[in-house]
Nanobody, 124 residues
Framework: QVQLVESGGGLVQAGGSLRLSCAAS????????MAWFRQAPGKERDFVAA????????YYADSVKDRFTISRENAKNTLYLQMSSLKPEDTAVYYC?????????????????WGQGTQVTVSS
């Protein structure tokens, strides 16, 4: 079955940077739109960023625009999220998601596969 494994989370001070990775296996990665979502304690899961199968189209939540960058390396079946200027409100579990479609969307119910999540904690 499809596996998505996130890594790169951790504890960082406000203003710092982290890069998350998501390694995909048993997935037609090059033909799959991908996304990052996050869930803070006691809150619903929120959209963070999405990218089309080729990387030609990207979408961001307003709260992370100009601070986060989503990218992908199809040759390595890997998705990335470069996060900079981190804020305490970015603290959450970050999930990688894959869609059985080439088109990226921002709604979580449209994604077919999910990783187990990686914790990002930003201290003030």
């Amino acid at each position: 079955q499809v596996q998505l494994v996130e890594s790169g989370g951790g504890l960082v001070q406000a203003g710092g940077s982290l890069r998350l990775s998501c390694a995909a296996s048993r997935l037609a990665f090059s033909w799959s739109a991908m996304a990052w979502f996050r869930q803070a304690p006691g809150k619903e899961r929120d959209f963070v960023a999405a990218i089309s199968y080729s990387g030609g189209s990207t979408y961001y939540a307003d709260s992370v625009k100009d601070r986060f960058t989503i990218s992908r390396e199809n040759a390595k079946n890997t998705l990335y999220l470069q996060m900079s200027s981190l804020k305490p409100e970015d603290t959450a579990v970050y999930y990688c998601a894959a869609r059985a479609s080439t088109v990226a969307v921002t709604t979580d119910r449209e994604y077919n596969y999910w990783g187990q999540g990686t914790q990002v904690t930003v201290s003030s």
